[in-house]
């Protein structure tokens, strides 16, 4: 059993930064794959940046971004840490939303409780 556990949410103004974290604890040795998904209200939740390592690129990071994010968010993880990390640049307002973290070992899928993310224009 896996449980992740969001932190880093809170009300910034346009242009600023955030630093997401998702800790993971339990049964981390088996999970490949974690990702950031965000819900907006009224909107379905949608997938911001996802990192893998399934060993089909040599055992290296292979990261993946929305369009409406790339350039301005970085995802990246601290293995030691059990933790990914989600840096965001150049917040707008329609970034906006409840953010999740995710993660897989390639059967079962975890979800953290999220963490609100609030950009005023």
């Known amino acids: 059993q896996v449980q992740l556990g969001e932190s880093g949410g809170g009300l910034v103004q346009a242009g600023e930064s955030l630093k997401l974290s998702c800790a993971a604890s339990?049964?981390?040795?088996?999970?490949?794959?974690f990702g950031w998904y965000r819900q907006a209200p009224g909107k379905q939740r949608e997938l911001v940046a996802t990192?893998?390592?399934?060993?089909?690129?040599?055992?290296?990071?292979?990261?993946k971004y929305a369009e409406s994010v790339k350039g301005r968010f970085t995802i990246s993880r601290d293995n030691a840490k059990n933790t990914v990390y989600l840096q965001m640049y150049s917040l707008k307002p329609e970034d906006t939303a409840v953010y999740y973290c995710?993660?897989?070992?390639?059967?079962?899928?975890?979800w953290g409780q999220g963490t609100r993310v609030t950009v005023s224009s």
């Open positions: 339990g049964s981390t040795h088996v999970l490949n794959n």
């Open positions: 995710n993660a897989g070992d390639g059967m079962f899928e975890y």
């Open positions: 990192i893998r390592n399934d060993g089909s690129t040599n055992y290296q990071d292979s990261v």
